[in-house]
């Protein structure tokens, strides 16, 4: 079914704009972890299967965007570039930093998901059903970073934090832009 501007509510273009966003830049992130690791170490087998995860939800927020009518980001040159130099540079620091990255990342993703749902309440089903089958896996990412050694990442607590903040700026950026 293709939807028309105005048959869903404006929140849900925005969620849908902000969710293809933040999975487009985190495929960027992984894409530039493994450009740096490669794909040979267990950790980076990880993280490839986490970017297939990614893709997965990525290639649903594309469909909707296209399905719905919704104008996507503007800063989508910008999460290409910053996601992955993100990824590379926490790939060249060290696998732990890799992970520690991934555990900062969804972390704040977890929130936003949440956050999202109690907004959508019922009002979409599509979107909150996708949007709790991707937080799952998300949460599942963060703990096998932590698993892995995310907190064992050189500057951990403030690597962390700059990793979040920057995350929350990203999408307060991509709802309006």
Same mark, same amino acid.
């Given at each position: 079914?293709?939807w028309?501007?105005?048959?869903?509510?404006?929140?849900?273009?925005?969620?849908?704009?902000?969710?293809?966003?933040?999975?487009?830049?985190?495929?960027?992130?992984?894409?530039?972890?493994?450009?740096v690791?490669?794909?040979?170490?267990?950790?980076?087998?990880?993280?490839?299967?986490?970017?297939?995860?990614? @893709?997965?939800?990525r !290639?649903?927020?594309?469909?909707m965007?296209? %399905?719905?009518?919704? =104008?996507? $980001?503007? /800063? *989508?040159?910008?999460?290409d570039?910053?996601?992955?130099?993100?990824g590379?540079?926490?790939?060249?620091?060290?696998?732990?930093?890799?992970m520690?990255c991934?555990?900062?990342?969804?972390?704040?993703?977890?929130?936003?998901?949440?956050?999202?749902l109690?907004?959508?309440?019922d009002?979409?089903? @599509?979107?909150s059903? !996708?949007?709790?089958?991707?937080q799952?896996? %998300?949460?599942?990412? =963060?703990? $096998?970073? /932590? *698993?892995?050694?995310?907190?064992q990442?050189?500057?951990?607590?403030?690597?962390?934090?700059?990793?979040?903040?920057?995350?929350?700026?990203?999408?307060?950026?991509?709802?309006?832009?």
């Amino acid at each position: 079914m293709t939807w028309k501007p105005g048959d869903r509510p404006v929140k849900s273009q925005s969620m849908i704009r902000v969710d293809q966003a933040g999975e487009f830049g985190a495929t960027r992130i992984y894409a530039g972890q493994l450009a740096v690791m490669g794909h040979r170490t267990a950790v980076a087998r990880e993280i490839a299967g986490m970017a297939l995860q990614e @893709e997965k939800h990525r !290639a649903f927020f594309d469909r909707m965007i296209a %399905e719905r009518g919704v =104008r996507p $980001t503007l /800063l *989508a040159p910008f999460w290409d570039a910053a996601g992955f130099a993100l990824g590379a540079v926490t790939a060249a620091i060290g696998p732990n930093a890799a992970m520690a990255c991934t555990a900062a990342v969804e972390t704040e993703i977890d929130k936003h998901y949440e956050e999202q749902l109690a907004e959508l309440g019922d009002s979409d089903p @599509e979107l909150s059903d !996708a949007i709790r089958e991707f937080q799952a896996e %998300e949460l599942e990412h =963060r703990d $096998t970073a /932590l *698993a892995h050694g995310a907190e064992q990442a050189f500057g951990y607590p403030i690597m962390s934090a700059a990793i979040r903040l920057g995350c929350r700026v990203a999408i307060a950026a991509a709802k309006r832009i």
